[in-house]
């Protein structure tokens, strides 16, 4: 499968749900095109149609410009889940997505918009757990809490013990629902408890690289106490693991980007598996638990600021970079190296040739077969109604069993009465 | 009976018994197949370790004793081996490497005999590719898309030998990532396979799917999916394939395998939560439990 798709647009994603998912864009601020457009548009993708995967299903110019785009999982009332956007101007806006896949019509689709940011707003995350619940960050330590069904006043996550200017990362805990994370540019990544009201945790980091600014948190997909940061100083280009039992040292580090990291996700369906990209453009798979890389993806020509497994489908994966792609992917290539074939008769175009991502291809430090083709049991029948089982138990060590089936006497019983 | 523990360093995937349940093949995650000799019905020996793929082995087929000792074998690595035990020395080694795929490799079926060395594997680069071994050592290959995201098993249609073409009865099911089974079957005017039905009905991934292999009796085709059941489907009086679920309330956990007796009229199927569960249809038509196993 490998490069399943380009999208030629400079814009932050959100998938959907699905099994096979569409793909929302919105034109991301803090960037222009050549043409010093500053235009901005919310799109929709069906990258996995057979016939019009080039092309937007929908589309619809917006006032302002991108710093996060979510959709949530469906939640009562929304089939499809609601799309949030945060704006530059400080405006958050719901759309309800079945009605935009069904109307085409965002207007339509709208079904609340908020100015309660009085600045940018640069990020935001739907609890994965109480899926209305969303969480939203920004420019002067601005957090808020936003209840969809009631769309009623945001409230703040309470009182801060660190300082905080522009908050440009939030994650909810995977398993205990009051409790988020954020990163702000002063240094800090902040754990809060909606339930005391306050910021309960801090972490910093100063190692022999340096002070690391935090970029972008995620949590551990099961275990409530261990997250993820990523810090985007290009001195201290490091993913960190922590643990909250002890918030004075890193459990893990992972080094392997050149320049600072901007995004990172944790695979929800495989704890051993983390995706990052970054200011040295490219995007590299981990293995958090163990600290390792394990593989390299082709780098993009600019930044790639951001990147995202599929939700239900983490097989495939898409990263967002700042010379006009957004790239989606296979986690997996086994096809053999190609060699380049660059022939061109001027120079100018053997270099912009060899600048795209289509010369390239991924490559692997370690084959690590994600957890969900590894299936734990299994069962066949043998010659002479014989019954092969497989089993494991946690520890991963697997057992088979060899049996006779047997016939239910009873079944038997009345089979044999039917046939007298 | 017997019972085989530590048999591999890591997690096992698939044990296959050969044609006369005299040998044990099977598949882990630790890079090796296993062969072991089962003696008796308490018994057994480690025969060989097949060593050659770079990933972990998902699956492995025992081919018709006809064409010799031959296992097929498929892998995370993105590829197909072939393994032949020589009569003579009783060495196994690889005799062919089927390469087409980009991605992992997750299930290996050859057809029913009668068709010849036809080996049908599944991907997760979303293809379905079907290799022939012909009797002059050649091969050839047909691959096409056949899941989104990812193709997880497949199973041949029982042979039917009434007389028509063998070329025609190429008839097989696979399942997908994409909640779906699909039918495929042979068109010998553009020499690949064409859709022949979608069976839908399932909320996620299918994880396996098993034709009956007897057409003695009705056929039917078992789906075991993470969405927590198994569908049977049988055809209707118009052809047309209806679904009806195994249980009316789901299983505790993800549905990883499904399999048939040699007969047909058992199914065992394996769950997340490393339970075995049998199955047969009363005279009433429904699913109910099949006894237990035998320890």
């Not at chain 1, 998938?15 to 548009?41: C, E, K, R």
């Not at chain 1, 995977?174 to 990544?189: D, R």
Request: with cysteine; glycine share 6%; hydrophobic share 35%.
């Amino acid at each position: 499968m490998v490069k399943i798709n380009d999208i030629d647009r400079t814009s932050t994603f959100a998938w959907s749900q699905d099994v096979i998912p569409l793909l929302a864009t919105g034109t991301v601020a803090g960037a222009v095109d050549a043409n010093f457009n500053s235009s901005s548009s919310l799109e929709l993708w069906n990258i996995f149609s057979p016939t019009d995967k080039d092309e937007p299903v929908f589309s619809a110019s917006v006032e302002n410009r991108f710093y996060g785009l979510e959709w949530s999982k469906p939640f009562e009332g929304r089939p499809k889940g609601l799309l949030a956007g945060a704006f530059e101007n400080g405006v958050v806006e719901f759309w309800d997505a079945d009605i935009l896949i069904k109307t085409k019509d965002l207007s339509k689709a709208s079904v609340h918009k908020s100015t309660k940011h009085s600045g940018a707003v640069k990020t935001l995350q739907f609890n994965p757990n109480q899926n209305h619940i969303l969480v939203t960050g920004g420019s002067k330590g601005e957090i808020f809490i936003w209840d969809t069904k009631t769309f009623s006043d945001p409230f703040t996550p309470g009182k801060a013990m660190t300082p905080m200017d522009e908050i440009n990362s939030v994650a909810w805990n995977q398993s205990v629902s009051h409790i988020f994370a954020s990163t702000s540019n002063g240094g800090y990544t902040s754990i809060w408890d909606l339930k005391s009201k306050r910021e309960v945790l801090h972490l910093s980091y100063n190692g022999q690289l340096g002070r690391a600014e935090f970029s972008s948190v995620a949590w551990h997909p099961t275990q409530s106490t261990k997250l993820i940061v990523a810090s985007e100083n290009d001195n201290c280009p490091l993913i960190l693991t922590y643990d909250l039992r002890n918030a004075n040292e890193p459990e893990k580090i992972l080094q392997g980007h050149k320049k600072g990291v901007l995004s990172l996700d944790w695979c929800k369906q495989d704890p051993e598996l983390l995706i990052s990209s970054g200011k040295d453009n490219s995007t590299i798979l981990w293995n958090p638990i163990t600290g390792e890389k394990l593989g390299e993806y082709p780098t993009t020509a600019n930044w790639a600021f951001q990147t995202r497994f599929a939700p239900s489908s983490p097989d495939i994966f898409g990263t967002a970079s700042f010379d006009g792609k957004i790239i989606i992917q296979s986690l997996q290539d086994t096809s053999p190296p190609v060699s380049t074939k660059v022939t061109a008769n001027n120079d100018d175009e053997f270099w912009n040739k060899i600048s795209t991502t289509d010369t390239q291809q991924p490559t692997f430090v370690k084959q690590q077969a994600p957890r969900w083709l590894k299936n734990p049991s299994s069962v066949s029948f043998g010659f002479g109604s014989k019954l092969v089982k497989i089993t494991s138990d946690s520890s991963g060590k697997s057992v088979i069993d060899i049996s006779q089936f047997v016939n239910n006497s009873n079944l038997q019983n009345s089979t044999d009465k039917l046939t007298k | 009976m017997v019972t085989i523990g530590n048999a591999h360093d890591d997690l096992i995937h698939d044990a296959v018994l050969d044609y006369y349940g005299k040998r044990l093949a099977t598949a882990s995650s630790d890079k090796t197949i296993k062969i072991f000799d089962i003696e008796g019905t308490q018994e057994y020996k480690l025969a060989e370790t097949l060593v050659g793929h770079e990933g972990p082995v998902w699956q492995v087929a025992w081919a018709h004793p006809k064409f010799g000792s031959i296992l097929a074998t498929c892998s995370y690595d993105g590829k197909a081996l072939i393994w032949k035990e020589q009569p003579e020395t009783q060495q196994w080694s690889i005799i062919a490497e089927h390469k087409v795929h980009q991605a992992s490799v997750n299930s290996v079926s050859w057809a029913p005999h009668e068709l010849g060395a036809v080996l049908l594997c599944t991907s997760s680069d979303g293809k379905v590719s079907v290799v022939d071994f012909k009797e002059d050592g050649t091969t050839s290959h047909v691959i096409f898309d056949a899941h989104a995201i990812g193709v997880n098993s497949a199973s041949w249609a029982p042979i039917n030998t009434s007389g028509k073409d063998s070329q025609n009865e190429r008839r097989f099911v696979t399942c997908g990532s994409d909640n779906l089974a699909k039918i495929w079957k042979f068109d010998s005017s553009s020499n690949t396979y064409v859709e022949e039905a979608k069976l839908e009905g399932h909320t996620d991934w299918v994880r396996d799917v098993c034709w009956s292999p007897s057409v003695l009796i009705r056929s039917y085709i078992a789906t075991a999916s993470q969405d927590r059941t198994v569908l049977i489907w049988s055809q209707d009086n118009t052809g047309k394939w209806q679904k009806q679920p195994l249980t009316s309330e789901k299983f505790p956990d993800v549905c990883w395998r499904a399999s048939w007796s040699l007969s047909g009229n058992i199914l065992a199927v394996s769950g997340g939560d490393n339970k075995i569960s049998l199955w047969r249809e009363n005279l009433q038509g429904k699913w109910e439990s099949a006894g237990e196993v035998d320890q």
